[in-house]
Nanobody, 131 residues
Framework: QVQLVESGGGLVQAGGSLRLSCAASGRTFSRYAMGWFRQAPGKEREFVAAIRWNLSIGLGTTYYADSVKGRFTISRDNAKNTVFLQMNSLKPEDTATYYC????????????????????WGQGTQVTVSS
């Protein structure tokens, strides 16, 4: 069982930055694919970013939605069981509840990592960007 706890959300003006954190329980954190998703009121949950750690080379592969590419950065600290989402140049359309997700089975497929069928989910953290 993996528990995920997000933090770092808040209210920010357009053009500002926020850094979301997701703390995970469990001793095999490095083996999990980690993702960030978001859901705005009345909309479906959508993929934001994902990171898959390659244990053999000690590097992570990252994936981004086109809407956030160049503005958001996903990273992970396996020693601290934490994944981060650095969000810069925020826009009002980034307003949503952001969810952290983990999955022990997903590999390196771009399409697979973008799907919403992750095994574990956090409770979400609200991000509001004012214009």
């Amino acid at each position: 069982q993996v528990q995920l706890v997000e933090s770092g959300g808040g209210l920010v003006q357009a053009g500002g930055s926020l850094r979301l954190s997701c703390a995970a329980s469990g001793r095999t954190f490095s083996r999990y694919a980690m993702g960030w998703f978001r859901q705005a009121p009345g909309k479906e949950r959508e993929f934001v970013a994902a990171i898959r750690w390659n244990l053999s080379i000690g590097l992570g592969t990252t994936y981004y939605a086109d809407s956030v590419k160049g503005r958001f950065t996903i990273s992970r600290d396996n020693a601290k069981n934490t994944v981060f989402l650095q969000m810069n140049s925020l826009k009002p359309e980034d307003t949503a509840t952001y969810y952290c997700a983990a999955d022990p089975v997903k590999g390196y497929s771009d399409l697979d990592l973008r799907r919403v069928d992750y095994h574990y989910w956090g409770q979400g953290t609200q991000v509001t960007v004012s214009s």
